[in-house]
């Protein structure tokens, strides 16, 4: 591998890694290909500006001849898919940009790496696209049962992704990330959002009783799972990728509150969403054998994760103060004055 495409590399994980290969392979080149809709920012590449290995190329990944361009001026090797419409919320809300850019968008990365024989495939897929389970860990070689629109476009582009090794002989990996957070990551996450609405005194929305479940990884882990995956991973395997830190939304929640000594009143219990996954774990056993663990503990990933949205106000102040008051407004609006009538 040389020159590696990095599709979705202005997001929140895609930024990170992108940063996080340059530091680990000076011999490699990265070609970020975005569409920059609202969650892709080039504040977050902002740093890597003067490094002459880094390239920026806008484009829509769903658009076959923009793919084939960049394929061909930069003679990419390899491509890291992480382009995808990515938040449940405004999939419920918008489904058909999720199937637009996750599901076609993939088919046309795919039949480009077809077309330039490209060494390897890499899918960042999700823990969604399981479903949730009650009891026990999700392994790789279980049925997909998605809940969202957004699981939903994920396990169809994940199922395309195998039927191109299976047909064709293309070499893909798929690694599927649990719930992912850190710096940079737009502030409509669960840890983004509470963590800069906290700074502010402003209420914390809580879905529900607050008790489903997640694995929560940090996004330097989950650059680094990436890694291992890209290199070492068997050509057409899935892999879980996962942190091993199972929390409740509430825990979190107050865990926020707690390192940023902000009283618990800031939380408030509105309407649940549709459809809401209560649990996801994953068995991360294959991965493990490969030689990947994480490295971060769950406290103090989240500490850093605070201390930079603190320090970093100059990248969220902007973003909240734009088309993001609209979307709050209609996915949270309601449901808080709800809420404060019911109290």
Request: with cysteine; net charge negative.
């Amino acid at each position: 591998m040389k020159n590696i495409l990095v599709t979705g590399g202005a997001g929140f994980i895609g930024s990170n890694f992108v940063r996080y290969l340059l530091r680990k392979y000076p011999q490699y080149n990265c070609i970020v290909y975005d569409k920059l809709t609202y969650a892709g920012n080039m504040d977050n590449l902002r740093d890597l500006g003067d490094d002459p290995r880094y390239f920026f190329v806008r484009g829509d990944i769903s658009d076959r001849e923009e793919v084939d361009k960049v394929m061909v001026d930069h003679s990419i090797d390899s491509i890291v898919n992480f382009a995808a419409e990515s938040h449940v919320d405004r999939s419920i809300i918008d489904p058909d940009a999720f199937v637009q850019t996750d599901v076609v968008g993939t088919c046309v990365l795919l039949d480009a790496a077809r077309k330039h024989s490209i060494e390897r495939l890499h899918q960042v897929s999700t823990d969604e696209v399981y479903g949730s389970i009650e009891k026990g860990m999700f392994k790789e070689g279980d049925s997909l049962e998605p809940n969202s629109p957004y699981a939903a476009s994920k396990a169809g582009a994940e199922l395309l992704v195998r039927a191109y090794h299976e047909t064709y002989g293309l070499n893909t990996v798929v690694t599927r990330g649990s719930n992912t957070f850190g710096p940079y990551q737009y502030p409509e996450k669960i840890a983004s959002l509470f963590i800069t609405n906290a700074i502010d005194d402003h209420p914390l929305p809580l879905y529900g009783d607050g008790t489903q479940v997640r694995d929560w990884l940090y996004v330097e882990d989950h650059c680094s799972g990436i890694d291992v995956v890209l290199h070492e991973g068997q050509a057409g395997q899935v892999y879980n990728l996962g942190g091993g830190n199972e929390r409740t939304n509430i825990i979190v929640t107050k865990l926020i509150l707690e390192l940023m000594h902000k009283p618990e009143s800031l939380i408030v219990s509105v309407q649940d969403r549709p459809g809401h996954d209560r649990r996801y774990a994953l068995d991360c056993t294959l991965l493990h054998s490969l030689g990947w663990h994480p490295v971060h503990s769950f406290e103090d990933a989240f500490e850093k994760t605070v201390s930079w949205y603190r320090e970093n106000e100059w990248w969220w102040r902007d973003i909240k103060s734009g088309a993001f008051k609209e979307y709050y407004q209609q996915q949270y609006g309601d449901r808080l004055r709800a809420s404060a009538g019911v109290r």
